[in-house]
């Protein structure tokens, strides 16, 4: 028989080398989600920003803001390869949600008011979840984009209630705590979204380094090898879209708290689709590259602005057709690239 | 005794084309079953209506007496009905070691759970390197799929099925696309099988279906052409000139194209 070729005696040379190969793979799986130094960066810059740009904390606010929406895409279009191009419906349901409560209800404790968006927009997500998720690909893309605009046109036609594209006339957002006002400066919202940034970045990363958060990759990496080994994939596929539009919601919530405003706008396609350009621009599934790729796309939107109020957005395309040419993997794939390159010719 | 696996009278047709017809197939505990035919005799389709990857138009498929018919894919993997796949289907972007281990997650159930980190369960990670052990993959535990030949990733094909504990293994062409000089190290993990599961194997070498099987169906333009032990099929003249001889490859590519 063949067989007896192959079955190499167990010498202890053998079985020592097995061991330790052992030990080396098993110690990989349980650091892999042990935090590295440099995770650190994201949150020291937030809070240098703090002290260098004093006077720039409402757009920094904006900035934490557009990471929070980013990180949601994340875990469904990074982490579970869920292609959407209606993201922007749950972070307009969390703004709407604040806005309504506010204007029209006179509910304008701003911490409460957030919570309920969450809520409302993750049963949101719940419900369009269970249905579109069927789908995939084109057909995917498709459906939640008609999702979002649905929502907005029956808010457009109860203009009554949403104030239509004018907006939600005469938000009195409530003191955080019954004593924090949203100065002229946005310093204390830029903290209060910082915080709860932490705290959204702290939960998401506890669930892609979760085996729940693996089996997510495994949806993205191969469906068919999923549904063969008895995978749930849409139960997994709907739980992860339910918590991203949570996410989403609150980003929307803070939105609408921190600017006092909100219009129909928030549903845009641009909304959704800028969010995915931020998120590709920094690099999929891997969290940070949410962080860098909104503030980049933040900053350079900004200042860009300012320099030609008309032609901005050649920069931002610009800048979209490099990453996608030449760094596929997002900015932070550069970095990493980068940082490998450097290494090497510091060794050699 | 109930039979692991039992299919009766299986129909299924892509548009005007039958591809399975009124196929019978039983599966004992423990059985070792080759199932041979031309090029286009519907042996994948067969596999993808036992695990539930296609619905069958007419007939029953029954896992342990059980009729899973029209249970979903998913459901009929969780009682213990395991394959491999002709073509790899791997995570080719992770490590062969998380691989094994979302087999065995999602057969536990462990992927149910979003808060502790994935390496928290000791037993979890050793169980799949015991998997990788007994194919001798640990040195490649580390690798990601797509730095590995192909002929390890077959092996890691069969590891995962394996990490399933399946009562039933339906094994597609576990050796094609390997050379000749490698492809026994797959045959030979597959002859080494736990003697408890029921194996089903599409293969093309007949040394193999030989040396391996106890009982071979021969699948002819999607029915059972003839079913028997291999000292049987191997002295029946019709299976010669069908299966080895030109005529049986011509109507396989008639009925592939």
Do not use: C
């Not at chain 1, 957005?313 to 900015?331: D, E, K, P, W």
């Amino acid at each position: 028989m063949a067989a007896s070729e192959t079955q190499t005696p167990a010498t202890p040379a053998n079985a020592a080398a097995t061991s330790s190969a052992r030990a080396r793979a098993a110690d990989f799986i349980v650091k892999r989600h042990y935090l590295q130094w440099w995770e650190a960066l994201p949150w020291v810059l937030i809070i240098a920003a703090y002290f260098i740009f004093p006077d720039r904390m409402t757009f920094g606010t904006q900035v934490l803001i557009g990471i929070m929406f980013a990180l949601s895409l994340d875990l469904i279009l990074g982490y579970a390869g869920i292609v959407t191009l209606g993201h922007a419906l749950f972070f307009g349901i969390g703004a709407y949600t604040v806005a309504l409560l506010t204007a029209r209800w006179g509910w304008g404790e701003p911490i409460s008011s957030m919570l309920i968006a969450i809520v409302l927009s993750a049963v949101a997500g719940l419900i369009t979840g269970w249905f579109l998720l069927r789908y995939r690909g084109l057909t995917l893309l498709m459906l939640t984009l008609a999702a979002a605009i649905l929502v907005q046109e029956a808010g457009n036609y109860r203009s009554d209630i949403t104030g239509g594209y004018d907006g939600v006339p005469g938000m009195e957002i409530g003191k955080l705590f019954g004593i924090f006002e949203n100065d002229l400066y946005g310093r204390n919202y830029y903290i209060y979204v910082g915080v709860l940034l932490f705290i959204v970045w702290y939960v998401l990363r506890r669930i892609v380094y979760s085996p729940y958060g693996a089996a997510l990759t495994g949806i993205r990496e191969n469906v068919r090898r999923m549904y063969a080994i008895g995978s749930p994939v849409h139960r997994r596929l709907v739980t992860a879209y339910t918590i991203a539009a949570g996410i989403a919601g609150m980003a929307g919530a803070l939105f609408a708290q921190s600017t006092a405003y909100a219009t129909l706008g928030v549903f845009d396609f641009d909304n959704s689709a800028k969010v995915m350009v931020m998120l590709i621009l920094g690099g999929t599934g891997r969290l940070y590259g949410a962080f860098i790729g909104a503030t980049v796309y933040l900053v350079l939107e900004d200042d860009l602005s300012k320099l030609s109020p008309t032609f901005w957005q050649f920069g931002i395309g610009l800048l979209l057709v490099l990453t996608v040419l030449f760094a596929r993997r997002g900015l932070l794939g550069l970095i990493e690239d980068a940082l490998k390159y450097i290494r090497r010719g510091a060794k050699s | 005794m109930t039979a692991a696996l039992q299919v009766e009278k299986l129909n299924r047709s892509f548009g005007a084309l039958p591809v399975t017809r009124d196929v019978d197939l039983t599966l004992e505990r423990g059985a070792r079953h080759a199932l041979i035919g031309p090029n286009g005799a519907g042996k994948t389709t067969l596999v993808n209506l036992i695990t539930g990857v296609l619905k069958p138009h007419s007939g029953r498929v029954l896992l342990n007496g059980q009729d899973i018919t029209s249970t979903s894919q998913t459901e009929r993997a969780r009682r213990g009905l395991a394959r491999t796949f002709q073509i790899n289907q791997l995570f080719r972007g992770l490590t062969v070691l998380e691989n094994i281990v979302m087999a065995i997650g999602e057969r536990d159930g462990e992927n149910n759970n979003l808060w502790r980190p994935a390496g928290a369960k000791p037993s979890v990670i050793e169980e799949a390197l015991d998997h990788l052990e007994s194919l001798r993959l640990v040195d490649d535990a580390l690798k990601l799929i797509r730095e590995l030949p192909y002929g390890r990733q077959r092996l890691v094909e069969i590891a995962i099925a394996l990490a399933q504990k399946p009562r039933v293994l339906l094994l597609d062409e576990p050796a094609a696309g390997v050379p000749s000089s490698e492809s026994h190290l797959i045959l030979d993990v597959v002859a080494a099988l736990d003697p408890d599961i029921a194996v089903l194997i599409i293969e093309h070498d007949m040394d193999v279906v030989f040396r391996f099987a106890k009982e071979i169906t021969v699948l002819v333009q999607g029915a059972v052409f003839t079913h028997g032990t291999p000292e049987q099929i191997m002295k029946d003249e019709q299976v010669r000139a069908v299966y080895l001889g030109e005529e049986g490859h011509k109507a396989g590519e008639r009925s592939h194209g």
